[in-house]
């Protein structure tokens, strides 16, 4: 008898993140899945990005993407829904960028952000962009905020200009949403600020076959804030399990 094929996950990061960002996933899933984590290198546009996650990929795997990355996967999807297994969604969006004075306010503040980091490094950048990502109650943990800043400052201005560039093009696939006919995890932080849980209460109502997990106590970076419950959840994902935090 062959032996038995072990399923595979790919893992996509989000804005500046890196396989960091999901390490403690990757630990908890390795012993049931063979996880990829995708690379978004000097990609200008998250259609590029998709087909660089594409090109290194199984021939079918479950998806899950954070952040960007959340936007990432559904690129993916829309260009190889068949080699989809499942998707989960984390602390992301599906819309592209709103009109009028609210996407110029988007578009002022992600290059004040890039002017700051090319002026003064990532990692002082990081420590800026990170008061309004992290929870209030998780600053001061020290660990944790070195990793998110030791992350961030592994990439270069170039790689954050290239990678605004792709979030302020950013397609809107609300009309995707629909037809994905995979088993779909949505997962938010309960106090992101970036991506609040109403935007995915109402991502999670356009996806027929979804589930809506709310981690408590925590921001925009859940899968290092809350690395238990982020990875209890994705488990719980990948086997067909009820989910610990499901909301409706």
Do not use: K
Not at 17 to 34: G, H, K, Y
Not at 111 to 133: E, F, T, V
Not at 190 to 203: F, K, T, V
Request: overall charge negative; proline content about 7%; hydrophobic content about 45%.
């Amino acid at each position: 008898m062959p032996p038995m094929t072990r399923s595979a996950l790919l893992l996509v990061p989000g804005l500046l993140c890196d396989e960091a960002v999901w390490e403690p996933q990757r630990t908890a899933i390795s012993a049931v899945a063979e996880v990829t984590v995708a690379r978004h290198g000097s990609a200008d546009s998250l259609g590029e990005m998709a087909r660089r996650a594409l090109d290194n990929a199984p021939a079918r795997f479950a998806l899950a993407g954070h952040s960007m990355g959340g936007r990432v996967a559904l690129e993916i999807l829309a260009r190889a829904p068949e080699r989809v297994t499942r998707l989960a969604l984390l602390d992301t969006g599906y819309e592209g960028l709103p009109p009028g004075p609210e996407g110029e306010r988007e578009r002022a503040g992600r290059l004040r952000l890039l002017d700051l980091a090319r002026a003064r490094g990532m990692r002082a950048m990081g420590a800026d962009w990170a008061r309004g990502m992290v929870h209030p109650d998780r600053l001061a943990d020290a660990a944790l905020m070195d990793a998110i800043l030791d992350m961030i400052a592994r990439a270069t201005p170039d790689i954050f200009a290239a990678q605004i560039e792709a979030l302020l093009a950013r397609p809107d696939r609300t009309a995707l949403l629909e037809h994905i006919d995979v088993p779909t995890l949505v997962l938010c932080g309960h106090d992101d600020a970036w991506s609040p849980l109403e935007r995915h209460r109402a991502l999670a109502a356009r996806i027929p076959r979804s589930v809506l997990v709310d981690i408590p106590a925590s921001g925009h970076m859940s899968t290092m804030e809350r690395p238990e419950e982020v990875s209890d959840a994705l488990l719980a994902w990948l086997a067909g399990r009820p989910q610990r935090h499901a909301i409706s």
